[in-house]
């Protein structure tokens, strides 16, 4: 099977039960994305499927032959840190660092609905696509970091917003 990650064509063969966090992980070698709970409670394995936020640990494999599949290895790199992974560094958003990529993953996933002007549960008005703190926090609930780094993250997200 044939499989687009981060822009580049990878061909695997995993068993059809294969989730797309472990055909990432044990099939193409991207460790980025982390396994933290298994069941898609935690959101540390997120990573964007054509450019939507999906818990890759609830998502087979085989269903995502024909879509971009983004892990956080294929936002930035050490030398070309993405937006998000620069101002997490800067904002201390990620203390251990477990959580971060899919943070970051559903971060910039959701700085794109948001864009699209996308309304979230808290959202006071359907037609402003305004960030607040409450509005980050909800938009990225889906997302646990055990370090309580929250605010932090919050800071990050927000910064990379109003850039």
Not at 10 to 34: C, F, N, W
Not at 59 to 70: F, G, N
Request: proline share 2%; hydrophobic share 35%.
């Amino acid at each position: 099977m044939k499989f687009k990650i981060n822009g580049t064509s990878h061909e695997a063969d995993p068993d059809i039960r294969t989730s797309v966090l472990d055909l990432l992980r044990e099939h193409v070698g991207l460790t980025g994305s982390k396994k933290g709970c298994d069941h898609g409670q935690c959101g540390a394995c997120t990573v964007l499927i054509n450019g939507c936020r999906v818990n890759s640990c609830l998502t087979l494999a085989v269903m995502h032959q024909d879509d971009e599949i983004t892990t956080i290895e294929g936002l930035g790199s050490a030398d070309d840190l993405h937006p998000l992974q620069a101002a997490f560094v800067k904002h201390d958003g990620y203390q251990c660092g477990y959580c971060t990529p899919g943070q970051i993953c559903s971060a910039a996933g959701m700085l794109d609905e948001a864009k699209k002007g996308w309304a979230s549960h808290v959202s006071d008005d359907l037609n402003s696509s305004d960030l607040s703190d409450a509005e980050i926090s909800e938009r990225m609930s889906g997302n646990i970091c055990r370090c309580a780094a929250y605010p932090n993250i919050v800071d990050a997200i927000r910064e990379v917003a109003e850039a």
